[in-house]
């Protein structure tokens, strides 16, 4: 055989990133897929340099790194399926977690027993070598195959959105500029209604939508999100419109989230308030859809790694064994990053103005990693977003972390009026509401999901201008009213309902009851 070309170090380095992109595209933009997988790769290519200085055989080295991290990148794959494997028998109880040092000893044997034969026949290692080439390509061409398929089903979907959306235009202030707010948006994501308290965690959140009452605040008595996810939720309101009016009604099958992003790369309360003469700030969040781009002012500090790159080291077991050394290290840096948030939202006021300053928090959301008073939790799970408990443990959680952030939050609204030079407008809600049973698998609660805090200060009494059933669609229209005298008429309040992984398939929940999950 012609001697091989040594190729798969890179490729084997590359496949984590890609193929990660590849089963979560409809979620990402390719963009976040660079920084990952050039460190991989980065990574991979000092390895095989450093074990070629070793071994002094440069085709044995490269087996080694790439047997190495195709083991090491496995690991996240057999917990998941393992995981999956025992709540699918069990349910969501503790004896369903697997035991994460078994799976790397499997891992590791079933590695280094490859490795061994490859050595132990190494007059074959030119075969070795092409055998290992196609692998890699192969491992790599899959999940590139997979997002050549989402982006052909995005362009035929482009096809059906309509010739022309209902897009708001960007009416000139009439305000005088030295009199102009500052604004501030914090979402927190899952935070629902003092109803939801009630009726699903059977506790009384009174103490913090009346503190934002004796400050001043508006508070909805029956707040209502407009959607039952983040992207749609937070992509409507900041475009101040309802979705079907800009994507239309043939999008029902389509499940890629691109033109939810779209929407928010080029929303409308963010153009109008930089016409305007505002300075964007904006922190970063773990959830990359609802991200605004290209902002004046960036909070994010140096350790808040973007949430794709945090996934892609969550598919190693490096995050386990840190967490039984006693180093929680991703559960510390997820709360790390909301208290930071917290924290600067207060500090915020001795930026220059006048300003926006944008924040979504995952205040009420799994993993639930703060206890009742502040100290730290750490689930006996892989660290993950979207990972969840038994019903009972999501309640327990919940309820105790937002105790806990309430308090923190209080802290942070006072720092805002406080140190402001003129009164600010604030704007606090859910982006939906918490889904507790939904995610317990006992099925999906209307009422639950779609009931949130939305609480608005907004000088001048405008706010008394919203419903008690008011939804936040409405929320850039009247504060633009009111405060740059611009006339974005108000459009009906509405609640859509949109079933898991179809963001376009739109259901007024006023009409339509889903059937429970059995």
Known sequence: MKKQVVIHPILFSLFPS????????SYYEFAVVVAPGLTCVAIGLLAWYVARMLIRD??????LVSSSFLVMFSFAAVYDSLTRARIAAQGYASHAIPRGDLIIVVCLGVGMGATVLMLRLRQYMNEWTYLMNVVGTILVFVPLTNLAASGYGAWNARQLLPATATRLPLEKSRADDAAKPDIYHIILDGYGSDEVFRRVFDSDNSEMTGFLRQ?????ARHGRSNYPETASSVASMMNAVYLHDVVGGNLAAFGDHQFLRELMADNFAQKFLRANGYRIVAFGTAYENVRLRNPDVSLDEWWAVRPFALAVFEMTPFPWVLRQLGYPLLYDLHRKRILHTLDQLGEAPRLPGPKFVYAHILFAHTPFVFGRNGEPIDPERRFHMWVHGDLQENIDGYRNQVHYLN?????????ILERSARPPIILIHGDHGPGMKDHGRQGLDIEERFGILYALFLPGAGQRKLAETA???NAYRLIFNHTFGTSYPMLPDVSYYTPQGRPYAFAAVDTLRPPRDN
């Open 18 to 25: 890609l193929f990660l992109l590849g089963v979560n595209s």
């Open 58 to 63: 440069q085709r044995v080295a490269a087996i």
């Open 215 to 219: 400050k001043g605040f508006w508070v």
């Open 407 to 415: 308090g923190r939050l209080r802290k942070t609204v006072e720092n």
């Open 471 to 473: 939804t936040p669609v």
